[in-house]
């Protein structure tokens, strides 16, 4: 399975706090995989050169981009039958938006035309458990951040493993 992820480079004094906060209330996921955004979601039967080529030509067409964070919602994942936690992202929303369709389209598949980019900090099968969060005690929002590059990353034998890390140059 390939996915196509943004690791967000956030201030140090953050990076800790969205990792405490993680590994308490989706520890499974936080043990997996960072603070990340998802661009590319389960690509099952896809050739992992070809993905790279293609993000490739979408990294070479994309400017570095500061993106901030700056409010939390809680949705649903009906794939998981869980519940989240989302931060959701509001400067560099748009750029990560055309990010995502560009990523689609070299893939020449659909991608989600509801897609809202965000970070995942919470799961739970519980809905009320979450709703007794507080993700402000992460730190003060918005929460800011760079990115500059996207992985492909393959999930095998329940391990992230990361096929190519591709920079950003335009």
Do not use: W
Not at 29 to 54: I, K, M, N, Q, Y
Not at 74 to 95: N, Q, R, V, W
Not at 99 to 110: A, K, P
Not at 122 to 133: D, I, S, V
Request: aromatic letters at 8%; one cysteine or more.
């Amino acid at each position: 399975m390939l996915y196509v992820l943004a690791f967000p480079k956030f201030a140090e004094t953050m990076a800790r706090s969205i990792d405490r906060f993680r590994a308490l209330h989706e520890p499974e996921r936080a043990r997996l995989v960072g603070p990340h955004v998802t661009l590319v979601f389960a690509l099952s039967e896809a050739d992992a050169d070809g993905v790279c080529d293609s993000c490739g030509r979408a990294a070479a067409q994309t400017p570095p981009m500061d993106i901030a964070f700056d409010h939390v919602e809680i949705g649903d994942d009906p794939y998981e039958k869980t519940h989240k936690i989302f931060m959701l992202c509001s400067t560099g929303s748009g750029a990560l938006v055309a990010l995502h369709r560009r990523l689609y389209r070299g893939l020449h598949r659909e991608g989600d035309a509801e897609y809202r980019p965000h970070m995942t900090i919470a799961t739970n099968a519980a809905r009320e458990r979450l709703e007794h969060l507080d993700p402000a005690s992460i730190g003060a929002f918005p929460v800011r951040a760079v990115v500059d590059a996207i992985d492909v990353v393959q999930i095998t034998g329940g391990a992230l493993e990361t096929v190519r890390t591709i920079p950003f140059s335009a």
